[in-house]
């Protein structure tokens, strides 16, 4: 993945992005998803403006430099309507992947209107956010999550294995997998740095301290270019996060489940509904161990099957009660 510095974009959203980044202190996945949003903003802006004179280019080669304020000026709350329609139609967007666009166009010409000064009229402040609809998050349940784990085999299973493990039994984010130093574990505890760069510490367990232990038995030592990370690719240097995708993809094909439904977010949503359903966690204590920062957040893992429903309702003292039926 590049960096943000080798990407060509105008001045005017450069200097937006480094504010959030030297400012608001957002980290850099999250500028980078910023700068993705409005890209796909800019490139259809030119499309719905009508200024691409090739009529045959793809959208993804649209050229976005030449967009500046004079065009940004113009820019209506009926352009952004257009804008969310065309991702919703053009780019099936779901509801989540819109609002976060209009998260991040509101955003963004907040600051041209409020911090640069640049723009007079903040065309997004009538703009809505898509209700986006709570559904229960897909998980894997134990025997598939042993089918995966047991699935990992080959060259490099032993990275692997420690990799799908660290997932299922902590429910990190990808980022923050392979964003591990050796450094980071000390005592049984691992250190991550979560979103908004937020430190927390993750307690080990035995099968993630054995997985990691028969790991760095076979870790690469020499000619290591990054002799920090955790997790090295094949060519000796930190694992991408598309390498990691790529391979719990492969895993979740070889275990017998779909590739389409299964991700390492989804192995996040395992380890979380595992861990509240098994093991009495408070909620509070899974919120500290997701490294949420609301709780409204955490509460997605707290869904309830039928036999936890129906168990629930057993445990009500009243459940045994029988009225005496008096002789007649």
Not at 163 to 178: A, Q, Y
Not at 243 to 264: F, N
Not at 274 to 303: C, F, P, W
Not at 319 to 325: A, G, H, I, L
């Amino acid at each position: 993945m590049k960096n943000l510095s080798e990407y060509e974009m105008p001045l005017v959203l450069r200097d937006f992005l480094n504010y959030l980044q030297t400012i608001k202190g957002k980290s850099i996945n999250t500028v980078q998803v910023y700068f993705y949003d409005l890209r796909v903003f800019f490139r259809f802006l030119k499309i719905h403006r009508k200024l691409i004179t090739d009529k045959n280019i793809e959208f993804e080669q649209i050229d976005i430099n030449d967009i500046d304020i004079n065009i940004l000026k113009t820019v209506t709350l009926s352009d952004l309507y257009a804008f969310m329609s065309y991702i919703s139609n053009n780019r099936d967007n779901t509801s989540y992947a819109r609002a976060r666009k209009v998260a991040s166009l509101k955003s963004f010409f907040n600051y041209l209107t409020n911090k640069a000064k640049l723009l007079d009229v903040n065309p997004t402040s009538e703009l809505e956010s898509p209700k986006i609809l709570k559904r229960l998050p897909r998980y894997l349940n134990i025997e598939e999550s042993k089918q995966l784990l047991s699935s990992v085999e080959g060259q490099h299973s032993e990275r692997d294995f420690a990799m799908i493990t660290l997932f299922l039994n902590c429910g990190m984010r990808l980022s923050e997998l392979v964003g591990i130093n050796l450094g980071n574990i000390k005592n049984n505890y691992l250190t991550v740095i979560g979103k908004g760069d937020k430190e927390r510490s993750i307690p080990l367990n035995n099968a993630c301290l054995q997985a990691i232990d028969a790991y760095m038995k076979v870790r690469p030592v020499n000619n290591v270019k990054d002799k920090n990370a955790l997790f090295l690719s094949e060519r000796k240097q930190r694992i991408s996060k598309e390498s990691v995708q790529k391979i719990v993809k492969k895993y979740i094909r070889e275990a017998g489940l779909d590739p389409q439904r299964y991700s390492t977010h989804k192995l996040r949503h395992t380890a979380a509904t595992l861990m509240y359903k098994y093991g009495n966690v408070d909620i509070r204590a899974l919120q500290e161990l997701l490294g949420h920062e609301s709780i409204s957040t955490t509460e997605i893992y707290t869904h309830l099957d039928k036999q936890q429903l129906k168990e629930a309702v057993d445990s009500n003292p009243l459940s045994t009660f029988r009225k005496e039926v008096k002789n007649k």
